[in-house]
T-cell receptor, first 109, second 110 residues
Framework: KQEVTQIPAALSVPEGENLVLNCSFT??????LQWFRQDPGKGLTSLLL?????REQTSGRLNASLDKSSGRSTLYIAASQPGDSATYLC????????FGAGTRLTVKP | NAGVTQTPKFRILKIGQSMTLQCTQD?????MYWYRQDPGMGLKLIYY???????DKGEVPNGYNVSRSTTEDFPLRLELAAPSQTSVYFC?????????FGEGSRLTVL
């Protein structure tokens, strides 16, 4: 059974800092991995989808990497802004689908 | 371009009442899912469907039922609502390995 872990559970950084969020999974036989953002009281917004044949995806200030052999994905956020404050979740998609518990990010002005 | 649409957005139920959360998608996806998210917690899978007429239980199916008569619709029914079912419910569909979520339905059982 796939287990997905996100570390850290919470992170607080000053505005402008570059940061990395981590997602690890136990079974490397995955199809895709998807990163989401969730604002308080809101739904999930898709940020990046990395297919199993890809190593990374980029969108604006966001870069996500995938290393299936080590069971790890990272989400890199460059030049963080207060508007980036949210909970970030990763979803590992194989024959099943598992979510991490999320990392709650606070970017202080 | 509606995507995944959930109704209602908010609902208050009394203990023992029943209701149906509606979910529809216009992307012709075969895979659809229902999750619940309790405050400060992650998503837990309630039921999923791999196509019309096919449904299966997830991690926390007790107290819920689903049906999938069409590709577009995947309603979730709560029978005999209990306070433990107070949560935010999310419907999702998957196409080409990518997940798409509805905006959620916030349910309170008093």
């Amino acid at each position: 059974k796939q287990e997905v872990t996100q570390i850290p559970a919470a992170l607080s950084v000053p505005e402008g800092e570059n940061l990395v969020l981590n997602c690890s999974f136990t079974d490397s036989a995955i199809y895709n991995l998807q990163w989401f953002r969730q604002d308080p009281g809101k739904g999930l917004t898709s940020l990046l989808l990395i297919q199993s044949s890809q190593r990374e995806q980029t969108s604006g200030r966001l870069n996500a990497s995938l290393d299936k052999s080590s069971g790890r994905s990272t989400l890199y956020i460059a030049a963080s802004q207060p508007g980036d404050s949210a909970t970030y979740l990763c979803a590992v998609i194989d024959n099943d689908m598992r979510f991490g518990a999320g990392t709650r990010l606070t970017v202080k002005p | 371009n509606a995507g995944v649409t959930q109704t209602p957005k908010f609902r208050i139920l009394k203990i023992g009442q029943s209701m149906t959360l509606q979910c529809t998608q216009d992307m012709n996806h075969n895979y659809m899912y229902w999750y619940r998210q309790d405050p400060g917690m992650g998503l837990k899978l309630i039921y999923y469907s791999v196509g019309a007429g096919i449904t299966d239980k997830g991690e926390v199916p007790n107290g819920y039922n689903v049906s999938r008569s069409t590709t577009e619709d995947f309603p979730l029914r709560l029978e005999l609502a209990a306070p433990s079912q107070t949560s935010v419910y999310f419907c999702a569909s998957m196409g080409a390995g990518e997940l798409f979520f509805g905006e959620g339905s916030r349910l309170t059982v008093l």
